[in-house]
């Protein structure tokens, strides 16, 4: 059994004497109850993540100061035995939606706002490790898809706007982003306070890649997700976004389906390129269908 002992220990923690659990999440994200009222999340890094963790409780709590509506981190610290970097923030898991399109837009917008603003406030990173590891995930991609058994009739589509478009990554500026698992399940307390972190660790990645699952996972959350667009962009979303967006949208999925050609399901890639295909009619346009739809509800009113 894990020794949690460590995570008692930490000074954070040090005036609680009583009603003290701790209960494990993920392998390194874990939940302290205090007299089962009072929660907290305690992350646990690799010892070299300590500046990255420090920067982004600066960020957040310049946000928090300039009026944003963000839970901060309360502590980051190094546990130099283990060769750790903890950081521990409240403890929450709501998320917020409204019954009507125009209000989940407006809490979309609210987000993309915020995430513009902590963007922002990050300093581009000065090498080219992005531009090649994207560039290496394209080229295994093609090369298992090749390789399997799997064919489609509308794949070339996909496969050809890869080919014409790939070179748009070249020119992108690589940050510290959220990495979020998915945009839809940012939490939201009743308040509309935010709990703006990712999960994913440290990714260093083009900006708009922090939008990379929002084509997939959009459905029947639509306002909501325009609203985190539109709000990135203070209400004035670029081509260039929509044509990145749907490069990383597509290599996103086919990395998923095509990870190792001879362990691919053929139905599930087959319905998934469909997907794809029907979000952009077949690649006649640059604009996801679903977005130029509830874009066109919310402007003839809900």
């Not at 307390?189 to 990712?198: C, I, N, P, Q």
Request: charged share 30%.
């Amino acid at each position: 059994m894990e020794n949690l002992d460590y995570i008692k220990n930490l000074d954070f923690f040090k005036d609680f004497n009583s009603g003290f659990k701790i209960s494990k999440s993920t392998e390194d994200i874990y939940v302290v109850s205090i007299d089962d009222e009072k929660k907290y999340t305690i992350r646990v890094f690799s010892k070299d993540s300590y500046n990255s963790i420090v920067d982004k409780k600066k960020k957040i709590d310049i946000l928090i100061e300039e009026g944003r509506k963000l839970y901060p981190i309360l502590e980051v610290g190094k546990i130099d035995e283990l060769g750790l970097t903890y950081r521990i923030t409240d403890y929450i898991n709501g998320i917020k939606r409204y019954e009507t399109n125009k209000d989940n837009y407006k809490l979309g917008y609210y987000i993309g706002e915020t995430i513009r603003d902590y963007h922002e406030l990050s300093k581009p990173i000065k090498n080219d490790n992005w531009v090649k590891n994207y560039s290496h995930k394209i080229r295994n991609v093609f090369h298992e898809y090749y390789l399997c058994d799997y064919i489609g009739k509308k794949d070339y589509i996909l496969l050809d706007y890869v080919k014409q478009f790939s070179y748009l990554i070249k020119d992108r500026e690589a940050i510290e982003i959220f990495s979020f698992n998915n945009l839809r399940d940012i939490p939201i307390d009743e308040s509309g306070k935010v709990y703006l972190f990712g999960v994913q660790g440290i990714v260093e990645a083009d900006p708009f890649f922090e939008f990379k699952d929002i084509n997939i996972n959009y459905y029947k959350d639509e306002a909501y997700s325009a609203g985190i667009i539109d709000g990135y962009f203070l209400g004035r979303p670029n081509r260039l976004f929509f044509k990145t967006i749907a490069l990383y949208t597509i290599i996103e999925t086919f990395g998923t389906e095509f990870k190792k050609f001879d362990k691919v399901n053929c139905e599930v890639a087959k319905l998934k390129i469909q997907e794809l295909s029907e979000y952009y009619d077949d690649f006649n346009t640059v604009y996801p269908n679903w977005y130029l739809e509830i874009k066109e509800k919310l402007n003839g009113g809900d």
